[in-house]
């Protein structure tokens, strides 16, 4: 039977985990140094390297003759997990094991001495599917297990798992691996196969699965399958229901030469051959955005155009994904931007004449103008969260802009920089699992699924903010709420602006030691953890 590739090349050691160098490093050092986690958590998009991790420690510290971190592949424990036959392994798909019942039975199992290895290995994938019966009866095993049991959780959807299980377990977060990475390993395995293939459509492979290095194996086969002959760009496309750079360029041109017959006989020739316009939308902003950033002359189009159009296809993409006639959405895009384009003009060109109109006036009557009054903004001390709480949110809702918003939102990656740091972790761990709903110049509302999440990251909003300011180099004061807690302030919103109600911004005067209850809280047990010479309150 015909094993596919991205099988028959999963990982075997470590040293073949490719785009994991943090993860690869921290795990084999706990693993030399006897400082095996109970429980682990693995969190990033898919195809990213988990599962294959998850196995790879199994074997690691269950294998009999380790060396410098690598398992012997020799001894019983090892074949029988390279076989797939080794009992004392067990993987649990959450999807389809996900109730009260499959969880208890497992309680009941891990008491079970392992049979032949050291460790008896529970990985679940999926773990987000769980229902939160099943979380819960999971608690008190994930958190104390016996020694013989060490558990490793997998998903791709960290922020729907409570903060209950998380806080019990050694997280890592998997990340998008490079193409670059991608492109070496695809290398290697068309070198090892004999695949004939050029080396512009394995670049491409690598650039369309994503980060996805399992997605770039699984296409590779689909392609082997295809075709006899050698595999080129083109036929990547075509399997992959894809669009070329040079459609893509065509697009983008008719777009902004306002080609509207030459624009819409492109997109149904797509849609003819059978294209993905959702991934073609996707692609679309991708290649705008490689235009913007890399300055390429090919299109003759300015920077504000470029910014206009992702942000135009941002939106798109969404609406698409929930509509029955995508292609008509995409048709009609031509005729939007544009009108936005002469809408533009004819504003400028309105404004211009009426400066020359108060020019013209301003001669005739030499009307003196008074000079305006700076604005004064109202300054007040704030004495308890509530207080705290209802001021930022009208303060962020009075100077909110979109331009804010996308900014921030394209920039969160930076925050990552920080989850391994001894002191903030904490901090930016609970900012990569909320959402940036809201922001200003220097205001930033998140919100998580629940209320005792948002709860916790107010309690250490200090730390919070410190890791906004050094990711963002600029000071914003932090909010979180709940997403129904949010829900409710959007409402409120929309229904102040229609009855002419204004937002007002005023100046803080805060001190988070006399507003935060410190008692029993975060801040106690970071003094407790890192000791008050390390945790400064600022």
């Not at 109730?99 to 891990?110: P, Q």
């Not at 959007?490 to 911004?505: A, C, L, S």
Request: proline share 2%; hydrophobic share 35%.
């Amino acid at each position: 039977m015909y094993k596919a590739l991205y099988r028959k090349y999963r990982p075997n050691d470590f040293n073949e985990v490719y785009g994991q160098d943090v993860v690869k490093k921290t795990i084999i050092n706990e693993i030399n140094n006897n400082k095996i986690s109970h429980a682990y958590l693995f969190c990033g998009p898919r195809g990213t390297g988990k599962t294959s991790v998850a196995k790879l420690i199994a074997k690691l510290i269950n294998c009999t003759n380790v060396k410098n971190g690598v398992a012997c592949n020799k001894c019983e424990s090892c074949e029988q997990i390279n076989n797939n036959s080794n009992l004392d392994i067990v993987e649990i798909d959450a999807a389809s094991n996900n109730g009260v019942d499959e969880i208890r039975e497992l309680k009941d199992k891990v008491k079970f001495m392992p049979t032949i290895s050291k460790y008896k290995v529970y990985i679940i994938d999926e773990v987000h599917m769980l229902s939160t019966g099943a979380f819960n009866a999971l608690l008190k095993t994930l958190e104390e297990p016996p020694q013989h049991v060490v558990f490793i959780l997998a998903t791709t959807e960290v922020q729907k798992i409570p903060v209950t299980i998380i806080s019990r377990c050694q997280r890592f977060d998997f990340k998008k691996i490079s193409s670059t990475k991608i492109y070496e390993r695809l290398k290697y395995i068309v070198d090892t196969e004999k695949i004939k293939i050029n080396d512009d459509a394995l670049k491409e492979i690598s650039n369309l699965t994503d980060g996805g290095l399992r997605d770039a194996i699984g296409l590779l086969d689909k392609l082997i399958s295809y075709t006899d002959d050698e595999i080129t760009t083109d036929i990547v496309h075509t399997v992959n229901y894809t669009v070329t750079k040079n459609d893509l360029d065509n697009i983008i041109k008719c777009i902004n030469d306002n080609d509207v017959e030459r624009y819409i006989s492109i997109i149904n020739e797509l849609d003819e051959q059978g294209k993905d316009l959702n991934k073609f939308v996707d692609e679309l902003i991708i290649r705008l955005r490689d235009i913007l950033i890399e300055k390429e002359e090919k299109i003759n189009i300015t920077e504000e155009k470029i910014i206009e159009y992702i942000s135009y296809f941002n939106d798109l993409s969404a609406k698409i994904k929930n509509s029955n006639y995508p292609k008509i959405l995409i048709e009609t895009a031509i005729f939007i931007l544009n009108k936005n384009n002469s809408n533009k003009i004819l504003t400028v060109e309105k404004s211009e004449a009426k400066k020359e109109i108060k020019k013209e006036n301003k001669k005739e009557t030499k009307e003196v103008v008074e000079p305006k009054m700076e604005e004064q903004i109202e300054e007040v001390e704030i004495n308890s969260f509530d207080d705290l709480k209802k001021i930022r949110i009208s303060n962020t809702f009075s100077k909110a802009n979109k331009k804010y918003l996308n900014n921030i939102k394209s920039k969160w990656n930076k925050i990552h920089d920080f989850s391994i740091d001894n002191v903030y972790g904490i901090a930016a761990g609970m900012l990569i699992d909320s959402e940036v709903v809201l922001a200003s110049d220097s205001n930033v509302i998140v919100t998580f699924p629940y209320e005792s999440m948002a709860q916790r990251a107010n309690d250490i909003v200090y730390l919070i903010e410190y890791v906004l300011e050094h990711s963002f180099d600029n000071k914003y004061n932090f909010l979180a709420v709940s997403t129904d807690e949010w829900e409710k302030l959007k409402k409120e919103y929309i229904k102040n602006i229609k009855n002419g109600v204004q937002y007002k911004y005023v100046k803080e005067i805060v001190s988070y030691d006399k507003i935060l209850n410190q008692e029993n809280s975060i801040v106690n047990e970071s003094i407790e953890l890192f000791g008050s010479d390390v945790l400064q309150i600022i």
